[in-house]
């Protein structure tokens, strides 16, 4: 069965610094991963996919087959990045998605 | 374009009261979803339509109902509410899976509270 784990369920961090969000998988196929963001007060909204490979407000994410890892990365964190993070990964060819538990990110000034 | 619209926005029940939630979605996706949020849970998928005309279940339905009425609407029911039913409760819709793994498309969620 899929699993997704994000050890984190609460981060902290000062403005400015770098941030990692882990997001580990378990899936015997081919996975496609996604990072969903939720800000306060907003719907959950898609942040970036696997295979974009593309950096949306400056948070980057690679596919680690081998760790089975797709951790969300940021060089330097912002206040506005606070929020809760989702990452979750789709089944090739189901269509439903299995969602990690979430970690809330604060950024301190 | 609204996206994904789901009401009510807020509801308060007693244990044993039914209701629906309503959900629509004007981008003609053929996959919708319901999801509960739980805090320390992450979201869990309750039940899933892949397509007008079919439902699934998903990791946590039961206690839940669902009614795909068309392709825009997808309606949660619970036919007696419990305490353990407080959530708040989001749908989402997606593209179909012959276009590729698409990512999904949330609502602003429903945020109700059984006493």
Known sequence: AQRVTQPEKLLSVFKGAPVELKCNYSYS????????????????????????????????????????????????????????????????GAGKSTFGDGTTLTVKP | NAGVTQTPKFQVLKTGQSMTLQCAQDMNHNSMYWYRQDPGMGLRLIYYSASEGTTDKGEVPNGYNVSRLNKREFSLRLESAAPSQTSVYFC??????GSGNQPQHFGDGTRLSIL
């Open chain 1, 29 to 92: 196929g081919s996975p496609e991963l996604f990072w969903y963001v939720q800000y306060s007060r907003q719907r959950l909204q898609l942040l970036l996919r696997h295979i974009s490979r593309e950096s949306i407000k400056g948070f980057t994410a690679d596919l680690n087959k081998g760790e089975t890892s797709f951790h969300l990365k940021k060089p330097f964190a912002q206040e506005e990045d606070s929020a809760m993070y989702y990452c979750a990964l789709l089944k090739s």
């Open chain 2, 92 to 97: 989402a819709s997606s593209e179909s899976q």
